[in-house]
């Protein structure tokens, strides 16, 4: 046993046998030792110690140590559950049923640890990137001097070359290298390890951190133009490690990742464009860019006063104009990710204090969204305005911004507790405010009662089967890992949300595809499932959102499953403030359906599949064309949902079934 060991050990080197260290030579040499090396030294952060220097030396990825160390740590290998392939989720009813398919590689044990302790993933980490939170966790605990012993014996799980490379990252992050090296690095040879490497310096505290945090932005975004203008041969290279060092400076400077960085460094890039449109002319012909109000650029091209389609080839060439065109690419990329950021900013519940809600109003690509979403603190909640220093609430009354306050973008979760939600819903149908994406209008999912008295585990999916290869490329696109089990790491809650089906190698069940039975959630390290009413209750919702969008979008069978609760919920009570809105009085909500009073008949719309039917009476036909929705009708969300849309539209036509003119529905109603 460990116990044992230590004891024997203690005595061996007691007897000068072989000198203590060889033991901590013995955890880098053979993994498997590492709890009985840990029973013997009685160090806390050992084995993370261990397990950080295995995972960034490049030569120890797929070596059989990593597996050791896993096992070690008592993670044993599962089986797989199947494989993965994209799939586009609008065509996803009309791409052909694909088979079960083959199991994908296993995701091994050692993968499993550290996918545990960290989010960067496995490519990320062996190109550079450093989770500097696992590194000042395992450091603190440790100490310098027990570092620095690991750091001597790592070389017996590799090479010296690969345990000199680990010991260089942790002397950039300890702030022991010599930072202007780094930065003469850069601008003088263009070294990508520097660049990398940069943002892992230590910055100094009080007032010499932002001037120090801008020097290094600056350095990585004259590097930026450098990698620019490389051949298509090296730029990959280049950008990539721009990438990673964008990553590391954003974790050291404590923000939640590279988009955070950019929104506070790089505001001025757009700032120019939020006073107005920017402007270049060239023999007579002006070409102007401009932001719209979904943050998606116009470019205007005129000579005096007449428009033109295309700027002439000389115009086209000129730097100026060059750089316009340039940057409206670069500008409607940003917009879809600062889009992406907002919301994962409200799954996640980041935090914004107030001084950083007005620098983000004045971004001119973060403020006109976040301007329409509903933001929460300390007792206030509402739409930011006059520059983020009150927030507007559904009434029109506005709060004032404390310094002090910390604000977040609020859930549907915040709204229910807070008991307006219906209210915010009707503003923002009567402001006719277009969300960036579903904040007000989200579905919210709860712990039923009946998984309450279940414990540990929701069954409400159980028995759902999902094509595999549909299911798994949506889990992936959501951030879910779907190499060997389905599961998804929250790591600002360390809670471990994982997907069990039924397996049936060699029965029906394997033609049949995947069966989904049970969703459980787990602490990281620890095994035991958590109560469901344990799980914070936003990230189960958004865990069982992405559950209920496979279940919806890669179902087996020739029909469409009846649309969730929260959906059903969702369009009723768009069909209400629409209705309201309109004045229509011959609409009632009896949820799953719609009951229409009309003048040639009485109908009943389902809020799920979208079905109609006349009271009394068999199914209405009515074909929905989807492209000729959108645009037309009025959602306060801007994604596309082609079926909400689509139970509007047949709402508001046979709620004036008078006014219908298809012969083809009218010779059904006579």
Wanted: aromatic share 8%; glycine share 8%.
């Amino acid at each position: 046993s460990p116990e044992q060991f230590a004891k024997v050990m203690k005595a061996e080197v007691k007897a000068g046998a072989f000198p203590e260290d060889r033991l901590m030579e013995l955890a880098f040499l053979a993994p498997q030792w590492t709890r009985f090396v840990e029973a013997y030294y009685r160090w806390e952060g050992l084995a993370e110690g261990l397990y950080w220097f295995l995972a960034h030396m490049r030569f120890m990825w797929g070596s059989d140590l990593g597996q050791q160390a896993a096992e070690s740590a008592g993670i044993q290998d599962e089986s797989a559950a199947a494989c993965e392939t994209p799939v586009d989720e609008e065509s996803a009813d009309d791409e052909p049923e694909p088979s079960a398919g083959p199991p994908p590689r296993k995701l091994s044990p050692w993968e499993r640890l550290i996918l545990e302790r960290t989010a960067i993933s496995d490519l990320d980490r062996q190109q550079g990137a450093i989770d500097v939170g696992w590194f000042q966790r395992v450091y603190a605990a440790l100490g310098p001097r027990k570092w620095e012993r690991l750091a001597q014996a790592a070389k017996f799980a590799s090479n010296a070359a690969q345990a000199k490379k680990a010991q260089l990252i942790a002397e950039v992050l300890t702030g022991r290298a010599k930072l202007n090296d780094l930065i003469a690095g850069i601008e003088t040879r263009y070294l990508k390890e520097n660049v990398r490497l940069i943002g892992l310096y230590p910055l100094p505290s009080g007032a010499k951190r932002e001037p120090e945090l801008s020097r290094r932005y600056g350095v990585l975004q004259d590097y930026a133009r450098y990698a620019k203008t490389l051949s298509g041969l090296t730029k990959p290279e280049a950008l990539r490690s721009l990438d990673i060092g964008l990553k590391n400076l954003a974790s050291t400077a404590g923000f939640a990742d590279a988009l955070r960085l950019d929104w506070a460094m790089g505001a001025d890039a757009w700032r120019d464009l939020r006073q107005g449109p920017v402007a270049e002319t060239k023999d007579g012909v002006t070409v102007s860019l401009s932001i719209d109000e979904q943050v998606q650029p116009k470019v205007v091209i005129t000579r005096g006063d007449k428009l033109l389609k295309t700027a002439p080839p000389a115009v086209k060439k000129h730097p100026p104009v060059t750089e316009l065109f340039e940057r409206s690419r670069e500008l409607k990329k940003q917009a879809s990710v600062q889009k992406q950021a907002l919301e994962a900013a409200m799954c996640r519940g980041d935090e914004f204090t107030a001084s950083e809600l007005v620098e983000l109003c004045q971004h001119a690509l973060v403020a006109p969204f976040l301007e329409r979403l509903v933001l929460v603190g300390d007792g206030i909640l509402g739409y930011p305005a006059k520059m983020g220093r009150t927030l507007r609430n559904h009434d029109g009354t506005l709060e004032p911004v404390k310094k002090s306050e910390r604000l977040r973008i609020a859930h549907p979760y915040d709204l229910l507790q807070n008991g307006d939600w219906e209210h915010w819903q009707r503003e923002a149908f009567a402001a006719e405010r277009v969300q960036p994406f579903k904040q007000i209008f989200r579905e919210l999912y709860v712990v039923t009662r009946q998984e309450q008295s279940a414990g540990d585990r929701s069954e409400r999916y159980a028995g759902q089967q999902v094509n595999p290869s549909q299911a798994l490329a949506l889990w992936g696109s959501r951030g879910w890992s779907t190499d060997e089990e389905v599961f998804k790491v929250s790591y600002e809650h360390e809670i471990v949300s994982s997907v069990h089906f039924q397996y049936g190698g060699g029965t029906p069940l394997e033609v049949e595809g995947l069966t989904l039975q049970t969703v459980t959630f787990s602490k990281r390290h620890q095994y035991e499932s958590l109560k469901l009413t344990q799980v914070p209750p936003r990230l189960f919702s958004e865990i069982m959102r992405d559950i209920d969008l496979v279940v919806s979008v890669a179902h087996r069978g020739g029909v469409d499953p009846e649309a969730s609760a929260s959906t059903i919920e969702m369009r009723a009570s768009l069909v209400r403030e629409t209705c309201q809105l309109l004045g229509l009085k011959n609409v009632r909500l009896k949820p799953p359906h719609v009951l229409i009073d009309g003048r040639l008949g009485d109908y009943s719309i389902h809020l799920g599949g979208g079905g109609v039917h006349r009271m009394p009476g068999g199914a209405v036909c009515v074909v929905p064309v989807h492209a000729q929705h959108r645009g037309r009708l009025f959602l306060p969300f801007a994604d596309n949902d082609p079926r909400t849309a689509e139970v509007l539209s047949k709402v508001l036509m046979f709620a004036n079934d008078n006014e219908i003119q298809d012969p083809g529905i009218l010779e059904q109603l006579r």
